[in-house]
């Protein structure tokens, strides 16, 4: 379909509408509804090309493996808190953890144990600050600000074991094919690492908030409802008191299952990947990223399964409670749906081609990647994925710097740094939606708070780009 200021419509309609409700779900189903309809202008064709936009995203390979993985971690901790996993570490870490600062601390060094994805790292560290919360006077808010600093933009500049290396050195690989460029990849990839300017400054601003600066929502004065509501919460935690003392303290209840899926990712990436390659850290790279994810957390759902099993746990409760974890995360999995279809419509409907080719003809070749970066990010803003931005501009971003003779190496960074934005300040990026449903958080909210020093950091990574182009012109 030729593209036209219509393309714009189904996007511009998500946020007022999300807004407007309260809830993300609503505004993704008006923007996916009105693109269908856009796509096929009949009663019955758009309801069917909804549909077909739903079942085609859901059958993609990679989509899938996301949906399967989220609802067996999910699982896997359902059983873990069953088991008192949960409880034993966080007494066990709330013993050496006195201070709000020491929580803070715990919350960066896990990162260390949990780069290998972002939605991995949330649901892995995110229940376990969560009950840590109940003990220390710190802002959910400021623990999740922290949580998604360590995740998205910390995971694009691992060059190894993560399950986005394989994606990005690929997209670079067709990218250097498409304009004749015969260079390995993979080391026009770690060339362009230094130069997502936007995941150091984020980074940097998480530390500032984490140690110098309060981060959250601004509590109100204490009226007849709040005191209310905060019977209600004390009458609430006095219930969740009472079904604790039914839980076993059993902090290798949560190592070992942690401990088995980091392991076992760890040797299947290389295990995949060396068949490809005799190097071992290309190996890694060379690896099916998300497949090996999969295997590993099955690898220690089944160990688990049988370690439970042996301290007298029953296979029915063990069953139920792994059901109803993994349906915890039905609302995550329905807006995953609903955004890769939303994205998949509106790129038929020519939404980037669009505001591309608008652009394109007024940028001087000197500042292509701050342009670059900056046509992303509000493209990822949007669409709220950070793949699907890289997707889309990669190839356009390495063609216009290889004509422009503007260096190629510098707009690769800018790509990933948009992404690396619209993954961490979008309503609509999973992330968001997976931390604020483990934490309690609500969405719309939590994102505008976010949104300030996202758009510092933002800003300064444009100057970086205008700076950087300037230099290396």
């Known amino acids: 379909m030729e593209s036209s200021w219509i ?19 609503p505004g993704l189903f008006a923007g996916l509804i009105l693109g269908s309809y856009l796509k096929q202008p009949s009663i019955f064709g758009g309801i069917k090309t909804l549909i077909s936009y739903i079942e085609n995203n859901l059958l993609n390979i990679n989509n899938i493996r996301i949906i399967i993985f989220l609802y067996v971690f999910a699982g896997l901790i359902s059983l873990i808190k069953l088991t008192g996993g949960i409880k034993g570490f ?31 790292r949330i649901v892995t560290i995110a229940p376990i600050m969560k009950a840590l919360l109940e003990r220390l006077p710190l802002s959910p808010e400021k623990i999740g600000f922290i949580i998604e600093v360590t995740s998205n933009p910390v995971v694009v500049l691992v060059p190894i074991a993560t399950a986005f ?5 690929s997209l670079i690989d067709t990218a250097l094919v498409q304009v004749a460029i015969n260079e390995s990849p993979y080391s026009i990839f770690i060339k362009s690492l230094p130069f997502n300017f936007f995941s150091f400054i984020i980074i940097a601003l998480g530390i500032y908030y984490s ?9 109100e004065g204490i009226s007849i409802n709040n005191s209310e509501n905060l019977r209600e919460e004390e009458a609430l935690r006095e219930c969740l008191k009472s079904y604790e003392k039914d839980i076993p303290n059993k902090p290798w209840n949560l190592i070992l299952p942690l401990s088995t899926v980091l392991s076992a990712t ?15 850290f290309e190996a890694f790279v060379k690896a ?3 497949g ?37 995360l039905a609302s995550v999995i329905t807006m995953l749906t609903l955004v890769w279809a939303l994205s998949a419509v509106s790129n038929d409907l020519g939404f980037a081609n669009y505001i591309s080719s608008h652009l394109v003809g007024l940028i001087p070749a000197t500042f292509i990647a701050p342009a670059v970066f900056v046509l992303g990010g509000i493209l990822a803003y949007f669409i709220g994925s950070s793949w699907g931005i890289w997707g889309l501009l990669m190839p356009l971003g390495v063609t216009l710097a290889h004509q422009s003779g503007a260096n190629i190496i510098l707009v690769i960074g800018a790509v990933f740094a948009s992404g690396t934005f619209g993954a961490f300040a979008s309503p609509l990026s999973d992330n968001s939606v997976t931390l604020c449903a483990i934490l309690e958080l609500p969405l719309m909210k939590y994102t505008r708070l976010k949104l300030k020093p996202s758009l510092i950091a933002a800003g300064l990574t444009t100057i970086l780009f205008v700076i950087a182009s300037i230099i290396l012109s």
Request: net charge positive; proline share 3%; glycine share 8%.
């Open 90 to 120: 966080v007494q066990m870490m709330g013993q050496k953890m006195k201070t709000k600062q020491a929580a803070v601390g715990f919350t960066w060094l896990s990162t260390l144990g949990t780069f290998i994805n972002p939605n991995f």
């Open 292 to 328: 090996v994810m999969l295997e590993a957390v099955f690898i220690s759902l089944i160990v688990t399964i049988f370690f439970f099993l042996a301290q007298g746990f029953s296979i029915a409760k063990l069953v139920t409670h792994f059901i109803r974890g993994g349906n915890e």
């Open 288 to 290: 099916d990223a998300l």
């Open 266 to 280: 760890f040797f299947l990436s290389w295990w995949d990947g060396h068949f490809q390659t005799d190097n071992f």
């Open 7 to 25: 393309s714009l419509m189904p996007f511009l309609i998500v946020i007022p509408v999300a807004v407007l409700s309260k809830q993300i779900l």
């Open 165 to 169: 290396v394989g994606y990005m050195v």
């Open 211 to 219: 140690y110098f600066k309060d981060f959250g929502f601004k509590k």
